[in-house]
């Protein structure tokens, strides 16, 4: 299979020029730089859109803008950038515009620093900006899937006109990895009854204002129905060796790939420790991980590099039948297979 | 005899007939107050749409402000978009539809407050666009606040004792200040407090409107405006009051009109086709993952830590390592120490290389460790797997490991490198010891794969590196076997 040796930063903006994305709009961030500097490298060549805006918020807002004219849109940032984002996200949200964003987390708060951090959880899953919204939310865990999911990303953000989310951290951002790379897509959808082309026949508004307090209800609920499909539909895990497990191990992004070192560490040591990664945080995997109190698990660790973001939505989606444990490391420091299976250890006696 | 020419009173094409997306009963008029000045200056707008036969083609942007209901009126593409960046999204907007016309309408406090860095760089990089700054001294929309726009000693509900130049600043001339950059093509500023300059100001309407449409580039109008509401005074009163105070201090001029000398703004194609899109992303290039792999190898899965300073190709070796893993058909991965811990000081990657997929891709505990220097050495043998290998650079590193549960191999990479001409060559040689060590490549085979390697180096390039990864090979196989 032909593969390139390439950074998870750069197979994203990969898979957006291979999903017929025509511009990219964004602002220098470490450790997301690098899909700004591919994208300047990339995009020129195929006579498509780069500009480093002069800042996260007019970032943002230029995405708006060619998300309103009917193209496929990327911008790139990491947590204090996504930050700045956030209103333009809202507008994105509020006028239902399909565009892809990439969170590469650092640590915060505040400038924290530029080590792999997942603290940007809530502001990405929960629809850090104002108003009732929610945006689709990936977390990749390769250069693979940074590419194959930015391409989904696409797609979904056109299948339910709203902002999609890819999010990892620095690490996957920063690593190398063989990428197989796809086929380009075919063709784009058409978005003819409501994007704006300046021609005569696309005379559209786009626009998240709603003056009327009952339409502007009517809209929130029409938004509420399209999350509710979302959830029905999209949900994405995976899993690792799980069929024989008698614990598992919660992550995602490159906290999973330590929970696949530390499945197999534990092996050897004669744990049965298992794997359950979401793909998509929203929608989150709800009902899967309900299921797994009724699967027989002795216990469930959440592995995390945030303070408890993520377990949080474990535990929601757990309805106090089970109460999933919590590991995590911040700061910039990733854990080690090592330190989980002790805490496995530790916390079930195995 | 000479007929009497007819005047037809009409709404002009650039309007929509019936304002639909107006909320209420009054679907005819506008939302803005009696003796405002933006009636007025729609109005102009509208007329010259018409006239250039050029409203099926325009797109308007209407930020916050009291022209945030701009989309009501105009019989145009329209985006509403957050306060003050019209500019940023209207950039995008002609990006991607170049061959329109796209207009940012903004008041004062919208461009020149919070946009003001929007307003500055769509100006500065010459973006093909027209924009309306709408003066009127004041925040009209929010019920009459100070704008950065107000006049010194003007009352406002935020200056209530009148704007002090001393704890307010002064009022912002944008204007001049656009002026400053190279890239606009038309700067102008008129006013609409009577009729002579509203037909000046319908001049300088048109002239932008133009400008745009023939993909001259940026051109910024500022219309010095009433607003009778905020400033709390009659529609004409307000009309004597820009002339005697909002005049001096905002003088009417043609700042700027070079358009007639500059090219169209041109934007190219999009490249869509998925055969030209493989083609440029060369697919044809890309790794076919064949080579065969050794099986009687010491090692047939390695994590491998390399590290020394900055600028001793460290990150390259890795690379180069993965690379050459990924020939081999395996799975690999590189990950790098990143960010400012690279620069002066001391550098590290790790590197995976196995059959199944791989799960941590640091490495903590290493079946191997390339040191390149002393600190390297003493930081990273400590985490190396009992029994694992340590491969350190005996030109630089004069201690003797402390490990003695490892296998140490300690070759001169950097005096290898040096013999053979060129320092840089230190990561090929790694590159052969580790084919050495490990048993996974065939020093052949990585030379054959310089081609790849080093694509785009000159041919004497590929032939020293070549020779560092035999030498790599050859001062392990000589030494250790």
């Not at chain 2, 010259?48 to 083609?57: N, Q, R």
């Amino acid at each position: 299979m032909p593969r390139k040796l390439m950074k998870g930063n750069y197979a994203a903006v990969y898979g957006a020029i291979l999903a017929g994305c025509k511009a990219y709009y964004g602002y220098p961030i470490t450790p997301a730089s690098e899909i700004a500097e591919s994208a300047s490298l990339l995009f020129p060549k195929f006579g498509r859109t780069f500009l480093q805006a002069e800042s996260e918020v007019a970032a943002i807002n230029m995405v708006y803008g060619a998300a309103g004219c009917g193209q496929r849109v990327l911008t790139g940032s990491s947590g204090p950038g996504i930050s700045l984002k956030q209103e333009g996200i809202s507008y994105c949200a509020g006028s239902a515009l399909p565009c892809v964003i990439i969170d590469i987390m650092r640590g915060g708060p505040g400038l924290g620093n530029i080590g792999p951090e997942q603290s940007d959880y809530n502001q990405v899953v929960k629809g850090g900006g104002h108003g009732n919204y929610k945006v689709i939310v990936l977390a990749p865990n390769s250069a693979q899937e940074m590419c194959d999911l930015t391409m989904l990303a696409f797609d979904l953000a056109d299948k339910y006109r709203n902002p999609v989310f890819v999010l990892t951290d620095g690490v996957i951002g920063q690593m190398m990895e063989a990428v197989e790379l796809p086929e380009p897509i075919t063709e784009l959808p058409d978005k003819s009854d409501w994007a704006v082309y300046g021609t005569a026949d696309s005379r559209h508004l786009i626009n998240s204002i709603y003056l009327d307090h009952d339409d502007l209800e009517k809209w929130n609920r029409e938004l509420m129905k399209k999350y509710k499909i979302i959830q029905k539909n999209e949900v994405r895990v995976e899993e690792y060796r799980m069929d024989d497990a008698e614990i598992v191990a919660i992550g995602y992004g490159s906290c999973s790939r330590v929970i696949r070192s530390a499945v197999d560490l534990a092996r050897e040591r004669g744990i049965k420790l298992g794997m359950f990664r979401p793909i998509t945080l929203f929608p989150f995997p709800v009902d899967e991980i309900a299921s797994l109190v009724d699967r027989g698990f002795k216990g469930i660790l959440t592995v995390e590099m945030s303070d408890g973001q993520l377990v949080d939505d474990v535990n929601l989606a757990l309805k106090g039948r089970m109460i999933s444990d919590l590991h995590n490391r911040m700061g910039g420091n990733v854990p080690s297979a090592q330190e989980i299976c002790e805490k496995v250890s530790e916390l079930y006696g195995v | 005899m000479i007929m009497a020419q007819k005047t037809v009173l009409r709404k002009p094409r650039g309007f929509i007939d019936v304002y639909k997306h107006k909320p209420g009963a009054e679907k005819d008029r506008t939302h803005y107050c009696p003796g405002c000045g933006h009636g007025i200056l729609h109005k102009l707008i509208a007329e010259a749409l018409e006239d250039f036969d050029i409203v099926d083609k325009t797109i308007v942007i209407s930020p916050v402000g009291c022209s945030v209901f701009a989309y009501y009126y105009f019989h145009t593409g329209n985006l509403q978009v957050p306060h003050g960046r019209a500019p940023a999204v209207a950039t995008s907007v002609s990006r991607a539809n170049p061959d329109s016309v796209v207009i940012s309408y903004q008041g004062d406090g919208d461009l020149a407050a919070i946009g003001g860095n929007n307003i500055l760089q769509a100006a500065n990089r010459g973006e093909n666009m027209v924009v309306f700054f709408v003066n009127n001294a004041i925040y009209g929309m929010t019920g009459g606040q100070m704008a950065p726009t107000t006049l010194e000693g003007q009352k406002t509900t935020t200056t209530p004792y009148g704007r002090n130049v001393k704890t307010d600043g002064y009022p912002i001339q944008v204007c001049e200040i656009i002026n400053q950059l190279t890239a606009p093509v038309y700067v102008v500023r008129t006013s609409l407090h009577d009729m002579p300059n509203i037909r000046k100001t319908r001049a300088a309407v048109r002239k932008a409107i133009m400008n745009a449409r023939d993909k001259k580039g940026f051109s910024f109008v500022e219309v010095l405006s009433m607003c009778p509401s905020g400033w709390k005074m009659d529609s004409v009163p307000a009309q004597a009051w820009i002339k005697e105070n909002m005049i001096p201090r905002f003088p009417l001029n043609t700042f700027r009109d070079i358009s007639e000398n500059t090219p169209a703004v041109e934007r190219p194609v999009p490249v869509m086709d998925p055969a030209e899109v493989k083609k440029i992303l060369e697919y044809d290039a890309l790794s076919d993952s064949n080579l065969q792999k050794n099986s009687d190898a010491a090692y047939d899965k390695v994590a491998v830590r390399i590290a020394g300073f900055g600028g001793q190709g460290i990150m390259s070796t890795g690379i180069a390592l993965a690379n050459v893993g990924m020939e081999y058909g395996y799975n690999v991965s590189w990950l790098p120490s990143y960010g400012p811990e690279m620069r002066g000081g001391t550098a590290n990657c790790s590197v995976k290389i196995q059959e199944d997929t791989i799960g941590a891709s640091e490495c903590t505990e290493p079946d191997m460790v390339i040191a390149m220097n002393q600190p390297s050495l003493e930081k990273f043998e400590k985490i190396i797997v009992p029994g694992g290998a340590l491969i350190y650079n005996s030109t630089l590193i004069s201690i003797e490991p402390a490990r003695t549960d490892v296998k140490v191999y300690p070759v001169p990479i950097t005096g290898i490198a040096d013999e053979l001409g060129d320092t840089r060559v230190q990561s090929m040689v790694n590159v052969g010891a580790f084919a050495a060590v490990t048993g996974m490549f065939d020093p052949g085979e990585i030379e054959n794969l310089m081609s790849s390697l080093f694509k785009g180096k000159p041919e004497k390039v590929m032939k020293l590196n070549e020779k560092a990864v035999r030498k790599g090979y050859e001062y392990v196989k000589e030494n250790f076997s």
